[in-house]
């Protein structure tokens, strides 16, 4: 006999609609146990039921009840679930947590907007900072708990097909919740000054696939799917440990400047970081001569380690160093 907190979000749905549908019916507390246990062989104990109806919870979760219905704030958070994003039970405090750690403070505060639209809170949840010893960084830190919004997101990330309704309705905050995890602008100034967007790297390469299909149908924008990284290479140092890839890496790549415009202009990044890069390489491509686009963008940037950094003071911010990959079309120049 199975309880209730061990069956996944939909059938934990349909059972709470049963014990509404019952109780509206008259049925008591014991003849509602006794009927679920009869067509579902699950087991609800008689303070579970009176804990919903006498706090009148909907659902399950108590105020973090959340409707699973296509909403901005909601496709961006998914987005965010598919890259930085996690879902984890806290078995010391009981919790079902949604929560989002990183290094930009504004990215952080934003996922934690939307996550209270999601569950319909007043006021955003805290973000906490920290100091990460093994990387010597500031990260920032958001948590939600919702044991529904928990389920909802743990039974996407297991069938991707039902994520699409979301992302398809709201495509643009989709991208940004995941390019924002997982992008970056991507900028090469050796001869030749190019500019593109690394949209997202995954071992997904459906997700990616399914997010350049919305580029190319919902905003016009070419982009390509390629291979980057084998399974079982050994490319890779955290903390000084060695990391061997368990799986094949792809990524989601936009190198046409037309494309690169296009993603400036009708999505980019919400982290300001990235956005303020991105839209810089745009206008240094888009306002100088081919021959000084390179000098122009030095003014501004230096590469250290293979990384843009700004010269100006009170910044951290870097693009990658754009390299030539199978999947990168070349840039056409004027």
Known sequence: METFSSLDFQLQNEIVQKVIDLSWGGLGYKRIIKKI???????????LLSYWFNNEVCLYGGQNHFDSKPTKELAYVLGVMFGD??????????????????????????FSRCISKVLNKEKRYSVVKFRQKAMDSCMYSARARSKELYYFIKELKEDFEKVKPFAEAYPKEFIQGLADSEGCPRVAANGVFQVGVCVASSMGVSLLAFVSFLLKMKFGIKSRVYHSKNKGATDSCINGRLITRQNDLFVLNISNFNSTKLFSTKINFNIG???????????????????????????KYSKINKKWISQKPNQSSTIDVLTPSPGIEPESHP
């Open 85 to 110: 994003g996690s879902i984890f039970y806290d078995k010391k405090k009981q919790g079902y947590i949604v929560g989002l750690s990183a290094i930009d403070r504004d990215f952080v505060e934003h």
């Open 273 to 299: 970081r990235k956005k303020d890069k991105l839209n810089y390489a745009v206008l240094i491509f888009e306002k100088n001569l081919p021959m000084d686009r390179i000098a122009s963008w030095c003014k």
């Open 37 to 47: 246990k009869e067509e579902f062989s699950v087991n609800l104990g008689l303070g």
